[in-house]
């Protein structure tokens, strides 16, 4: 579905909107939007959760993306209604605006979410995917503010997000983190795209060749053959830059 489409038969597309460079001056960063929806397919994949989920990406119009979550009778939370677990859509609007997130900067770094609100309209029901965009609005030198929504039918949406994001920066992102995006891009894209949306061990494979080795095949510094914040100790980064953004630690 292209962004037109959605406008004509669904929801207003957030793809479909002009992008404000005052607000967000390196949309796309380095990447055209081709390159994005295999660099994002390497990232989805490669989350435990979202590749269990088989969450999908449809396109990219930088700063903004469309997923799919296919439906699987593990979404349900009611099952007496046979209603969607609002969890699930938490989790998926947190997806798409992070996602959203890496395509809005110059260089992809490490932004932890700082708030994400949703303004649910009406449950998500048994049987059908959740299809959501998300967008980024503003990039500061601290913050990533973004919107997102979600929908099942045309013209029905579920709810709307909003997200805001803490930029770490260069110094606190781990070594590789950039490098596995870009690389994923450039590795996803001799034809075997349609084969890692339907088989995520597939794109796994490839972030973690990725992520893991540099050009001359050599393991990367600082890298490692999984999602590499989680390997470099960037959760503690990421716990102690709150602690001090909250004010209750030094320095």
Known sequence: MTASEAT???????????????????A??????????????????????????????????????????PWQAALVGDPHRHLVHGGVLTMFADTLCGSAVLTGLERPEVCPTLDLRLDHYRPGVEGMALIGEARVLRVTESMVFTEA????????????????????GARNTPPGFGEALMAAAASLCDGRHARERRQPHVARRAWR????RDGDGRHARG???????RASGASAQVDRFLHRLSGHGAG
């Open 8 to 26: 004509k038969d669904g929801p207003h597309s957030l793809l479909g909107l002009a992008v404000n460079r005052a607000d967000v001056p390196a």
């Open 28 to 69: 796309g960063g380095g990447l055209d939007d081709a390159s994005w929806v295999r660099a994002l397919t390497g990232f989805v994949s490669f989350i435990p959760h979202t590749a269990r989920l088989q969450v999908s990406v449809d396109e990219v119009a930088a700063p903004a993306v469309r997923m799919t979550l």
């Open 149 to 168: 929504q979600i929908w099942q039918q045309p013209g029905k949406l579920l709810c709307r997000a909003i997200g805001n994001f803490v930029r770490l």
């Open 209 to 212: 060749r990725a992520g893991g």
């Open 223 to 229: 890298a490692a053959l999984e999602w590499p914040w």
